[in-house]
């Protein structure tokens, strides 16, 4: 069984390597590509990468830009992630940021 402890230290690893890769590899001038959080499955064979994109109308430019990318993100996580069985990645826009923010809007107006 894996403990929350392992999968804690993995999830901030591979936050760590997408973040290097990201920046490396898919950034463009005046595009913010942020890691926001990571998602392993317990049994370390799912991983969802969470990211946050500025401006927010380039988000889907860069999640297809990942996508062509994800046999050589694969290949870097091979590379400098040392697991057993390397799992499965899977890129996604946070939306929980962008409803963060909404609400610290909407608090901001109420006062």
């Known amino acids: 069984m894996t403990t929350p402890k392992r999968i804690g230290r993995a999830n901030s690893l591979i936050q ?10 898919v950034g463009s001038p005046g595009i913010l590509i ?3 959080r990571v998602e392993m499955s317990s049994a370390f ?4 990468i969470f990211i946050t994109v500025w401006p927010k109308d380039k988000e ?13 993100f ?4 091979k590379e ?8 499965a990645f899977e890129f996604k826009i ?5 409803a963060r923010q909404k609400i610290e809007e909407i608090l901001k107006k109420n006062k």
């Open 60 to 72: 889907r430019e860069i999640i297809r830009s990942l996508e062509s990318f994800k046999k050589e």
């Open 94 to 98: 946070d939306r929980s940021e962008t």
């Open 34 to 36: 942020t890691v926001s």
């Open 16 to 25: 760590g390597l997408s973040a290097e890769f990201i920046a490396k590899n």
């Open 45 to 48: 064979q799912e991983t969802k």
């Open 80 to 87: 400098h992630f040392k697991i057993k069985y390397m799992p």
């Open 74 to 77: 694969y290949e870097y996580m």
